[in-house]
């Protein structure tokens, strides 16, 4: 029984002491005309607030199909932790439609970044895709 107390006092310690990876960050590059390109970068389940942006700036600036110009228009958003991120973007030539949340569930967060990239888009609405996302945290 003593060895049971320890062993359980060990796992308590353990799972008390260990790091908590709540920290996301989403970062834009979106300039007025969307024949540029776009540039995005998010991350989740970072171990710090400064992890999870370092690591979405590296994405937004190294974003392929956005040019140079649009890659250093990358500022943070937004920080989080226990949410999730969407961008959708209007996904056929000649886009307008952009659009990003951050919301306590997937689901919301979809809906709401599929409702800013219509109301960008206009007519093309329709069009407007989830094209990257995820949760950080307990959030789902």
């Known amino acids: 029984m003593k060895n049971f107390f320890a062993a359980t006092g060990l796992l308590v ?51 392929a199909d956005a040019t140079e110009a649009v890659r250093t228009l990358c500022k943070t958003v937004r920080s989080f932790s226990n949410q999730c991120v969407t961008i959708a973007l209007d996904i ?8 990003y949340a951050i919301a306590p569930t997937k689901a919301e967060a979809e809906r709401t970044a599929l409702e800013n990239c219509r109301a960008t888009a206009g007519n093309r609405g329709h069009a407007c895709r989830v094209i990257n996302g995820g949760c950080d945290g307990t959030a789902k």
């Open 13 to 63: 310690t353990l799972t008390f002491s260990s790091p908590v990876f709540a920290a996301g960050a989403l970062v834009i590059g979106e300039p007025k005309d969307l024949a540029d390109g776009f540039a995005s970068g998010w991350s989740v389940n970072q171990s710090n607030e400064d992890v999870a942006q370092a690591r979405a700036f590296e994405q937004c600036r190294h974003k």
């Open 92 to 99: 056929e030539p000649g886009a307008t439609g952009t659009g």
